[in-house]
């Protein structure tokens, strides 16, 4: 009839498809929760993520929480074992001796690149609102001070405008470790790190190539010595 509107029945592979990307959201929902809870401390280097606990937090069905602790894994987040499930990673020592030496040449270039930017776009307010930020953080207050440094190198990189750099970067699972090391800094080790901030702040600010990545280089360097000097409880050998 004319005027009249053909009625569009789903197909068996459009279902598929519709199945297919609900079921990525629902995975990409949790590993984003799984990534924040590691971050902000709620999931502990070494504790133990029970499927059926997260079904019943999150409201989800085991494959796409089985999906998502692969992802993970292959990001060096957790770790699976067999017949025991997955664990929140606990790093070696050798292992977070070789991810500084990797983070030390990567966010030493990161920081050179982002010298070189300081004058584009709205670079410098963006890093004195940082430096601001910085700032006003009690000396005590750790966990305030590691979401700040966080925060720090994720501009920094981004000031690189080289964002496979923040690909890489990213991989080398540093959130993981600083969870670990946040739970065990003393003040002393907090002063040193916001020192090496205000280095780090300085040759960005003079737009200094040079002295922005032997700032970036020498404060991972010694954040790696506090890393070692933690007490065997601290890592997994």
């Known amino acids: ?3 009249r509107r053909r009625m569009h029945t789903m197909s068996h592979d459009d279902e598929n498809l519709l199945d297919a990307l609900q079921r990525g959201e629902t995975v990409d929902m949790i590993v984003d929760h ?11 280097p070494g ?3 029970i499927s059926r606990d997260l079904m ?4 989800v069905s085991r494959g796409p929480v089985r999906e998502a602790f692969g992802r993970l894994s292959a990001d060096g987040l957790i770790e699976l074992t067999p017949n025991r499930g997955a664990a929140v990673k ?33 670079n410098r307010k963006r890093l004195q609102e940082m430096q601001e930020m910085l700032g006003g953080i009690s000396p005590g207050d750790t966990q305030a001070f ?20 923040g690909v890489l970067i990213d991989r080398m699972a540093l959130p ?14 907090l002063r040193c790190s916001r020192n090496e901030h205000d280095d780090i702040l300085s040759a960005l600010f003079a737009g200094d190539p040079e002295e922005a990545e032997k700032a970036m280089r020498r404060h991972l360097r010694q954040s790696a010595q506090r890393f070692m000097r933690l007490p065997p409880s601290a890592f997994s050998d």
Do not use: C, W
């Open 1 to 3: 009839m004319k005027g």
């Open 146 to 165: 590691m979401n700040g440094n966080r925060l720090l190198h994720r501009l920094i990189v981004d000031m690189s405008t080289n964002p496979e750099l």
């Open 34 to 44: 799984l990534r924040r809870g590691i971050l902000n401390g709620q999931y502990a």
């Open 176 to 189: 993981i470790m600083m969870v670990q090391l946040r739970r065990l800094m003393s003040e002393d080790d």
């Open 47 to 49: 504790q133990r993520l």
């Open 90 to 122: 606990r790093f070696t020592r050798r292992e977070i001796k070789n991810v500084f030496q990797i983070r030390e040449m990567l966010e030493g270039l990161a920081a050179s690149l982002a010298a070189r930017q300081i004058g584009a776009d709205n």
């Open 56 to 59: 019943n937090e999150i409201g």
